[in-house]
T-cell receptor, first 115, second 115 residues
Framework: DTEVTQTPKHLVMGMTNKKSLKCEQH?????MYWYKQKAKKPPELMFV???????INESVPSRFSPECPNSSLLNLHLHALQPEDSALYLC??????????????FGPGTRLTVL | AQKITQTQPGMFVQEKEAVTLDCTYD???????LFWYKQPSSGEMIFLIY??????QNATEGRYSLNFQKARKSANLVISASQLGDSAMYFC????????????FGTGTSLTVIP
């Protein structure tokens, strides 16, 4: 199974809402990632979890709050977002964070619209 | 300086023809990995092919091959016998060998296969 799943596929939320994005993988990978991607741009790294610990936070605003409850799950909690946060949010996983050999497997993404 | 450069924002290719997508990279690390991803309009990033800096031979995966020229720091993707389903955005990415280093993505090339 080389699949990374993400829910929901689409999300529309107001600026005062609280919502969560979910990501799951069953490949035994120990590194998981959140990316933000604007249209026609490359993905931008937001967070990296390695062995369920936050390894990288790319200076992401606190209105985005990641959580890794276990090695298979990754959540992104959203609160008080801005319209400019509208984007495709991609989750990815790899066997290890520190190895250059490991490709990242991506999920299908959540298209987020903030009104 | 840009770590990954893709100079072709858009490319067109006739169905069944071969096409080369350019990628150059910048690193002083002797150990690194190069990756190509395909992103259809649906949004999912699909891993295509990997080349390690110490690999002696060019990587191949089915219709995809990577033309790795280390001295020129280029890692071009060659797609043979293009199919309509190859129409997508293609991203080149690099991971350096230093622990904790993230993926660097290029700006992408939009490929359109013409029937």
């Amino acid at each position: 199974d080389t699949e990374v799943t993400q829910t929901p596929k689409h999300l529309v939320m107001g600026m005062t809402n609280k919502k969560s994005l979910k990501c799951e993988q069953h490949m035994g990978h120990r590194a998981m990632y959140w990316y933000k991607q604007k249209a026609k741009k490359p993905p931008e790294l937001m967070f990296v979890y390695s062995y369920e610990k936050l390894s990288i936070n790319e200076s992401v605003p606190s209105r985005f709050s990641p959580e890794c409850p276990n090695s298979s799950l990754l959540n992104l909690h959203l609160h008080a977002l801005q319209p400019e946060d509208s984007a495709l949010y991609l989750c990815a996983s790899s066997q290890e964070f520190t190895s250059i050999l490991n490709e990242q497997f991506f999920g299908p993404g959540t298209r987020l619209t903030v009104l | 300086a840009q770590k990954i450069t893709q100079t072709q924002p858009g490319m067109f290719v006739q169905e069944k023809e071969a096409v080369t997508l350019d990628c150059t990279y910048d690193t002083s690390d002797p150990s690194y990995g190069l990756f190509w991803y395909k992103q259809p309009s649906s949004g999912e990033m699909i891993f295509l092919i990997y080349q390690g800096s110490y690999d002696q031979q060019n990587a191949t995966e089915g219709r995809y091959s990577l033309n790795f020229q280390k001295a020129r720091k280029s890692a071009n993707l060659v797609i043979s016998a293009s199919q309509l389903g190859d129409s997508a955005m293609y991203f080149c990415a690099m991971r350096e060998g230093r622990p904790g280093n993230q993926f660097y993505f290029g700006t992408g090339t939009s490929l359109t296969v013409i029937p």
